[in-house]
């Protein structure tokens, strides 16, 4: 059985820094990409961010680029999201997903987690 | 970046009916790399279609995607309870990954 759990969710101040963590199992990791999705509280999906299978591709939202960076230990079965400057509009539940299709960064996400709620407020 | 405009925004059916969802499309989608996912309150999407009509794994076919280029549909043939949620369409396979703001299908 496929799992995905999230974690390191937290009330953050304004400008600082959060690092996530997705601990996978039920699947050969190092096959597949991997991407955040993140949505605000009552709202729609966002995509966040993906890495490729070996860390080879990745590609990001402009509303996270620069300050977010994915990464993954294949080793450990493991997906990252490191967040720096946070903003108040980062507030949402933010999951983590596995890419439908082996290898490539698709996008087409077939197993969830359930979320891990960052709060960026003062 | 293709911005996916769902419609309607809310639809109220009754259990039985037959639900038609719309997704447009800014600009063509390649390669039909269009999804649908299904969200209940609490829950975490669920991948219901992609590449536009095929069904993913262990879903009931009263659910059927259709549609190419810039519009697309998703179809439930006679709502079950279990069917009253939130659905969004996605584009794929290339960025931004950009999903649509939802359609809502609640109980008349």
């Known amino acids: 059985e496929v799992q995905l759990v999230e974690s390191g969710g937290d009330l953050v101040q304004p400008g600082r820094s959060r690092r996530l963590s997705c601990a996978t199992s039920g699947f050969t990791f190092d096959d597949y990409a991997m991407h955040w999705v993140r949505q605000a509280p009552g709202k729609g999906l966002e995509w966040v961010s993906g890495i490729s299978w070996n860390s080879g591709d990745i590609v990001y939202a402009d509303s996270v680029k620069g300050r977010f960076t994915i990464s993954r230990d294949n080793a450990k079965n493991s997906l990252y999201l490191q967040m720096k400057s946070l903003r108040t509009e980062d507030t949402a539940l933010y999951y983590c997903?596995?890419?439908?299709?082996?290898?490539?960064?698709?996008?087409?996400?077939?197993?969830w987690g359930q979320g891990t709620l960052v709060t960026v407020s003062s | 970046e293709i911005v996916l405009t769902q419609s309607p925004g809310t639809r109220s059916l009754s259990p039985g009916e037959r639900a038609t969802l719309s997704c447009r499309a800014s600009?063509?989608?390649?390669?039909?790399?269009l999804a649908w996912y299904q969200q209940k309150p609490g829950q975490a999407p669920r991948l219901l279609i992609y590449g536009a009509s095929s069904r993913a794994t262990g879903i009931p076919d009263r659910f059927s995607g259709s549609g190419s280029g810039t519009d697309f549909t998703l179809t439930i043939s006679r709502l079950e309870p279990e069917d009253f949620a939130v659905y969004y369409c996605q584009h794929y396979g290339s960025s931004p990954r950009t999903f649509g703001q939802g359609t809502k299908v609640e109980i008349k």
């Open positions: 997903a596995k890419d439908y299709y082996i290898g490539a960064v698709a996008g087409l996400l077939d197993f």
């Open positions: 600009q063509s989608v390649s390669n039909n790399y």
